[in-house]
């Protein structure tokens, strides 16, 4: 329990406050230590505290849920690259210490909001001092001054969150364009796994997520062979819960709505000791709120679809909330654990002094409606959901026009040998059936690269049952010797290319599933070593769409009756697009539309064709 500070207590440092286990430096996770005059360059308990004080200083080590951590080091620990660019240096921690002990202005100061501690689910009233990039303290109110103020007083100040798991390619935009769009979201820092750029670019691939200018903190990680964990899915609706205090817990009545707790800030002289309940929400299963987050690794695919139509990290937070999850736990899960389970939680995921000055202001915690403020490295950001900064991006020549499919494609390409019915004894070919779900998925299943197990080596046939697509005999259309496509009975053909503009042979199959009654559909995929896929009615629709894709570089088109319907251009590396998100947005609902008057059943059908790649394709 915490008691009053007493008059002798205020001669501790301006960012530790008095517990009943005595002074505590503000939400600093580590050991317990003496205050000393001496730091040294890499600490971040910085704060020189007087002579007169000999009671320790006790740092917060462990949340209240979670296990002892692992002696060897993180659990989940992946190696990160780019980690020097987070700590302050010499010069940095020198003014840091010259703030914090009132002989220099912040540059920023975040005054009277109530800052959520998430390494033990308190919530107290303090100022956030911000110098350059770094917090120098967390103080009393209206102690220490500052060149510019925020007004934070009766809101909720927490941490920025923390993406581990969310692949910058798959999201079909630029670093750059994807931070306009997830930072007034609240997310500053994405750590990703470059393998999927690497592959398909070169040692360059990496600099399109980390390349931006903007705000957006994207950090490399290696894929680590960890299992990928499950994705917070809705499960059955819990019971309303009735805290001992604070509002009711309503359950989400569909599948696509989750409920959400709005705590609204106490008023002000009322305290707020009572809040720290808040962390310590009923969770109805806690085994299955295991988020992607707690374990890096490709568990997801957000395109800017769902991250505009549903959000981000913010909406996993509501849907936690929803299934019974405290409040500051659920934000736990998305600021601190991501960081600390890659070693970074010294740097990232609290608001604690030498912690990066990531964070939010908002006005309920989960709510609905995004942070009121947005302050990145320092820089505030976003306001109200929108960003105060521009993306000057350019896309880099290397990235584009990567694309190269024969010189000599024309129309009787698609007559491939294995449709040749010439000479065969046998009645049926074997095509890709794809088994389209009663109800779609909220995101397209990330498919994984190399060839099919249907037409060749590859991986386990397992992985083809998991999207959905296994081969079928079907006895085919034949005309002038060739099987066809014969729409009347669901048979399309699909082709095949590799992008490097090579001379080999172009794969001509026939698949099953996709619903179309006329037309093509073109999508560059997004597995290495990369291909483009045709899957058509007519074989010169198949032909204008597979030069479409050529000649934008990359990306999704609808064509019918050889004019190209629709299309969404992504040049960079015909993964990634460099226009604004507002108009990918636009593009993707054009094509998809597109596609479905042309009679496709698939969810999502233009980026599931790109993610299942040469699954789509058998050996007639």
């Avoid at 993406?163 to 670093?175: K, N």
């Avoid at 809705?234 to 409920?259: K, M, Q, Y």
């Avoid at 042309?598 to 790109?610: I, K």
Wanted: charged share 20%; glycine share 12%.
């Amino acid at each position: 329990m915490r008691r009053r500070r007493r008059p002798a207590d205020e001669g501790l440092p301006l960012n530790v406050e008095c517990t009943s286990l005595g002074p505590r430096l503000m939400a600093a996770p580590g050991r317990v230590v003496r205050p000393t005059r001496t730091v040294s360059a890499g600490s971040a308990t910085y704060p020189r505290a007087p002579a007169r004080t000999e009671s320790p200083v006790v740092i917060p080590r462990l949340d209240r849920h979670e296990p002892p951590p692992d002696p060897a080091g993180p659990i989940g620990h992946l190696p990160v690259t780019g980690v020097g660019r987070l700590s302050p240096s010499a010069a940095e921690l020198a003014r840091l210490r010259r703030v914090a002990d009132g002989e220099e202005e912040a540059d920023l100061v975040v005054r009277g909001g109530l800052v959520v501690v998430v390494h033990d689910g308190t919530v107290v009233n303090r100022d956030i001092l911000i110098v350059g990039r770094y917090i120098a303290a967390v103080t009393r109110p209206g102690v220490l001054s500052g060149r510019r103020s925020l007004d934070a007083a009766g809101r909720y100040v927490v941490p920025a969150y923390v993406d581990a798991g969310l692949r910058v390619e798959e999201t079909l935009l630029s670093a750059g364009e994807l931070a306009r769009l997830l930072i007034p979201r609240g997310t500053v820092t994405l750590l990703t796994d470059p393998a999927a750029l690497l592959a398909l670019g070169g040692a360059q691939g990496s600099e399109l997520a980390t390349g931006s200018a903007t705000p957006l903190r994207v950090l490399l990680r290696s894929g680590g062979g960890l299992a990928p964990a499950a994705d917070l899915a809705l499960a059955a609706p819990v019971p309303p819960v009735a805290p001992a205090s604070g509002p009711t817990v309503i359950p989400p009545t569909s599948p696509t709505t989750t409920s959400v707790v709005e705590v609204s800030p106490a008023p002000p002289g009322a305290g707020v000791s009572g809040l720290s309940a808040l962390g310590a929400g009923p969770v109805a299963d806690p085994a299955g709120l295991r988020w992607a987050l707690d374990y890096p690794g490709p568990t997801r695919t957000r395109t800017v679809t769902e991250l505009a139509t549903h959000g981000h990290l913010d909406h996993d937070v509501r849907l936690a909330v929803g299934q019974g999850m405290g409040p500051i736990d659920a934000i736990r899960h998305a600021t601190l654990l991501p960081a600390r389970s890659h070693g970074l939680d010294s740097a990232l995921g609290s608001i604690a002094p030498a912690r990066l000055a990531d964070l939010q202001v908002v006005t309920t915690l989960a709510g609905t409606a995004p942070p009121d403020v947005v302050v990145a490295g320092g820089r505030i950001a976003a306001e109200h959901g929108r960003p105060l900064f521009d993306n000057h991006d350019v896309a880099p020549a290397w990235a584009v026009g990567r694309i190269r499919l024969p010189a000599n494609l024309h129309a009787g390409s698609f007559l491939g040998p294995g449709l040749s019915r010439a000479g065969r004894q046998d009645v049926s070919v074997a095509a890709v059936s794809i088994d389209v779900p009663r109800e779609p998925a909220a995101h397209p299943v990330a498919g994984g690269p190399g060839r099919s197990p249907l037409g060749g080596a590859g991986p386990e046939p397992a992985t083809a049952r998991r999207h959905g697509v296994r081969t079928v005999r079907v006895q085919p259309t034949v005309h002038d010797g060739y099987a066809v496509a014969d729409p009347t009975r669901d048979l399309h053909k699909v082709a095949v290319f590799e992008r490097d503009g090579g001379g080999g042979p172009i794969d001509v199959g026939l698949i099953r599933g996709c619903g179309l009654n006329r037309g093509a559909l073109g999508v560059s995929t997004m597995h290495a070593p990369g291909h483009v896929v045709v899957v058509g009615a007519r074989d010169d629709d198949m032909l204008t769409a597979a030069r479409a894709v050529e000649g934008m570089g990359g990306g999704f088109v609808v064509v019918d009756q050889g004019w190209v319907r629709a299309a969404c251009p992504l040049p960079l590396l015909g993964l990634m697009s460099d226009a604004p998100w507002e108009a990918v947005l636009g593009e993707l609902a054009a094509v998809d539309t597109a596609a479905a008057d042309l009679g496709c059943r698939l969810p999502f059908p233009l980026r599931t064709l790109a993610t299942l790649g040469r699954l789509l394709y058998t050996r007639p």
